[in-house]
C-alpha cells in the first residue's frame, strides 16, 4: 500500500476511534496543523498548531469535545493525490442525513503528514462560529 492510501486509511481509522496515540504518529515531529477548530476548542487567536507537541493536546482536547451527532464519519471512499498531497472530503450530505462537511488537505512527507490543512463548509462553519466570533 503506498503512503497517501495508507494515511487516508489509517488517519480516518483513528481518528474515528479517537485513537490519539497512533493518529500523532502519522505526523512528523514538525509538522503543521491548520484549522478553525483551534480556536474553537483551544485558547489560541489562531488556527495554526506547530510541530507533534502542539497537534497532540489539540487531538486529545479535540476527541474529548467532540462537537455532536453531526460528526458521522461518513467518505465516499473516493480521494484525490499526485503521490504526495492527499485530499479528501467528509460531504454534507451522507446517506444517513447531514454531517459536518470539511475537507482534509495533507502533504505526506516519508510516508508521515508534514502538513494538514482542515477545510470547514457551511454547516461546519455554523458550527463553531459562535466560538470563532469571540476572537473578533
Not at 497512533?22 to 487567536?45: C, H, W
Not at 467532540?66 to 498531497?85: I, Q
Not at 492527499?86 to 475537507?103: C, H, N
Request: charged fraction near 30%; hydrophobic fraction near 35%.
Amino acid at each position: 500500500m503506498n503512503d497517501t492510501k495508507r494515511i487516508y486509511e489509517l488517519w480516518h481509522q483513528y481518528a474515528k476511534q479517537r485513537d490519539v496515540r497512533n493518529l500523532i504518529d502519522l505526523y512528523t515531529d514538525n509538522a503543521v496543523f491548520e484549522s478553525p477548530l483551534v480556536p474553537a476548542v483551544l485558547d489560541r487567536t489562531n488556527g495554526i498548531l506547530k510541530g507533534k507537541k502542539e497537534i497532540e493536546f489539540f487531538l486529545q482536547e479535540g476527541t474529548k469535545r467532540r462537537p455532536n451527532d453531526l460528526v458521522k464519519w461518513f467518505r465516499t471512499g473516493e480521494y484525490l493525490t499526485n503521490g504526495s498531497l492527499l485530499v479528501w472530503e467528509y460531504p454534507r450530505e451522507t446517506d444517513d442525513g447531514e454531517q459536518i462537511d470539511i475537507l482534509e488537505l495533507m502533504r505526506i512527507e516519508n510516508g508521515l503528514i508534514s502538513q494538514h490543512r482542515i477545510y470547514w463548509g457551511w454547516k461546519g462553519c455554523l458550527q463553531i462560529s459562535k466560538s470563532l466570533s469571540k476572537l473578533i
